[in-house]
């Protein structure tokens, strides 16, 4: 059976177990999705279910996309996502809301993490930069040598140093979920997920169970 969402990041909270032990919680606002198109292996060469989600005015999508939505009669959606999937048992048009996951199941959650521009090689790789004495002024978070002078006289493609940082798509594997509030379409999940408040993430059933 097909599992999956979309939604955004809130923020971080805690909760507190029977015990009395805090457990840091992610909050996302997960849904409601809708279903905008089932792919088949005998129409399009593979299985896999289309969601939509995040409701906004019809002005703010092309024509295309307004009409790949009339299909179904769905409102206007502003993010659609892919979720491969063998077996979806699933129709289009459906909505799906948070109560698809229970307390206590893993899933993967996919984000796009912090952009934080050019960085240094100390910041991006933790490099541990020069001595603090001996007389160095100016050499506190300099990368050092990366290579060696004869052999091969340059530096090899691909090493590590300053350059372009976060931005990138990460996937947080086997979050467990610990809260599950379908008033509010609210979904916690332990620990951290990748990307700022207010990011788009993707909820998947965990691979690495």
Known sequence: MFKGLIGKKIGMTQIFSEGGTAIPVTLIEA??????????PEQDGYS????????????????????HLK??????????????SKDPEVKEGDAIKVDL???GERVDVVGTSKGRGFQGPVKRYHFKGGPKT????????APGSRSSGTTPGRVYKGSRGAGHMGDDRVT????????????RN????????????GGLVVIKEARKQ
Do not use: W
Request: aromatic share 6%; proline share 8%.
């Open 31 to 40: 849904g409601p999705c809708y279903i905008t198109q089932v792919r088949k």
């Open 48 to 67: 896999a279910v289309q969601l939509g989600f995040d409701e906004v005015k019809p002005k703010r999508l092309t024509s295309g996309e307004l009409g």
């Open 71 to 84: 299909r179904n009669n769905l409102p206007p959606l502003r993010f659609l996502r892919e979720f491969r």
């Open 101 to 103: 996951f229970a307390v």
């Open 134 to 141: 001996h007389g160095q002024s100016d050499r506190n978070r």
């Open 172 to 183: 947080a594997q086997n979050l467990t979920i610990e809260i599950v509030d379908v008033e």
């Open 186 to 197: 609210l979904l916690g999940v332990r620990g951290s997920v990748p990307g700022p408040r």
